[in-house]
Nanobody
Framework: QVQFVESGGGLVQPGGSLRLSCVTSGFVFINYGMSWYRQAPGKERELVAR????????TYADSVKGRFIMTRDNGKKTAYLEMNNLQPEDTAKYYC??????????????WGQGTQVIVSS
């Protein structure tokens, strides 16, 4: 079945950096775009970044543009999110999912456990 395993989160000071990884299985990775989402306590899950199937077209939320970089390795079926100049408002649990515009939610029904990012001094 479709699975996403996120890792790489942690506690970092403002201005610091982290690199998140998302290992996938259960679907043909190269056939789908990939997305990163985040959810802060008490807030709805929001789309952070998206990359197309071959990795040459990317979109970012305005709040992370210029600071976050999303990439993918089709050979490893893995997506990455490099996060730089982290700020306290980036504190959230981060999730990845496939991008399928044919689905109402644009995502698979399955979600991983996410990886927690805390930005604090």
């Amino acid at each position: 079945q479709v699975q996403f395993v996120e890792s790489g989160g942690g506690l970092v000071q403002p201005g610091g950096s982290l690199r998140l990884s998302c290992v996938t299985s259960g679907f043909v990775f190269i056939n789908y775009g990939m997305s990163w989402y985040r959810q802060a306590p008490g807030k709805e899950r929001e789309l952070v970044a998206r990359v197309n199937t071959v990795g040459n077209r990317k979109t970012y939320a305005d709040s992370v543009k210029g600071r976050f970089i999303m990439t993918r390795d089709n050979g490893k079926k893995t997506a990455y999110l490099e996060m730089n100049n982290l700020q306290p408002e980036d504190t959230a649990k981060y999730y990845c999912n496939l991008f399928d515009p044919a689905r109402v939610t644009n995502t698979a029904a399955t979600w991983g456990q996410g990886t927690q990012v805390i930005v604090s001094s």
